[in-house]
T-cell receptor, first 114, second 112 residues
Framework: NAGVTQTPKFQVLKTGQSMTLQCAQD?????MYWYRQDPGMGLRLIYY???????DKGEVPNGYNVSRLNKREFSLRLESAAPSQTSVYFC?????????????FGEGSWLTVV | AQSVTQLDSHVSVSEGTPVLLRCNYS??????LFWYVQHPNKGLQLLLK??????LVKGINGFEAEFKKSETSFHLTKPSAHMSDAAEYFC??????????FGSGTRLLVRP
């Protein structure tokens, strides 16, 4: 997973608190993604950014906001955390829209909302 | 609309026996298909990918997969399982858009 760095790796939040997950990549990729992983449901897309300056909703965007700060960084914000947002979050990147481009994942961020 | 179905949530094999993890897809386009592996509490690692070249794709750690358009399948195989293969495996489809569609995963158990 070299090249895609997520912080923090672990976080416990109280209901209603806010926090931001950070993702940075040093591979000069255009496209970046945020996924959540829940048992038995695979990975579901929260938001993605096809290129710097653009963001789009994915499958499960409610309760989240994103910022594509520059080409390297793509952050995910929980404004008012809820227990349903307890999950493992993965950032991913790929070169661009060619379908065969490999997708690279970060190590994941384990978030618990109590 | 695209979709990916991993037909088995769990597969259990004995060490040294063949592995078969099944994946069917639905796509309106000529998709690219990927298999990723995830070990416990780790990120996802690419095993192999199909991108409209050879239909039999060889990946890392002895895994391979065959793209069968007529069956809309992309099953993952390995001739002989190792204990270290125990992990969760995800089939992923990507068309010409930016979105990736993940299967729900198959957990591979390897018995000694």
């Amino acid at each position: 997973n070299a090249g895609v760095t997520q912080t923090p790796k672990f976080q416990v939040l109280k209901t209603g608190q806010s926090m931001t997950l950070q993702c940075a990549q040093d591979m000069n990729h255009n496209s970046m993604y945020w996924y959540r992983q829940d048992p038995g449901m695979g990975l579901r897309l929260i938001y993605y950014s096809a290129s710097e300056g653009t963001t789009d909703k994915g499958e499960v965007p409610n309760g989240y906001n994103v910022s594509r700060l520059n080409k390297r960084e793509f952050s995910l914000r929980l404004e008012s955390a809820a227990p349903s947002q307890t999950s493992v979050y993965f950032c991913a990147t790929t070169t661009g829209d060619y379908s065969g481009n490999t997708i690279y994942f970060g190590e994941g961020s384990w978030l618990t909302v109590v | 609309a695209q979709s990916v179905t991993q037909l088995d949530s769990h597969v259990s094999v004995s060490e040294g026996t063949p592995v078969l993890l099944r994946c069917n897809y639905s796509s309106s386009y000529s998709p690219s298909l990927f298999w990723y592996v995830q070990h416990p509490n780790k990120g996802l690692q690419l095993l192999l990918k199909y991108t409209s070249a050879a239909t039999l794709v060889k990946g890392i750690n002895g895994f391979e997969a065959e793209f069968k358009k007529s069956e809309t399948s992309f099953h993952l195989t390995k001739p002989s399982a190792h204990m270290s293969d125990a992990a969760e495996y995800f089939c992923v489809v990507k068309d010409s858009s930016y979105k990736l569609i993940f299967g729900s995963g198959t957990r591979l158990l390897v018995r000694p």
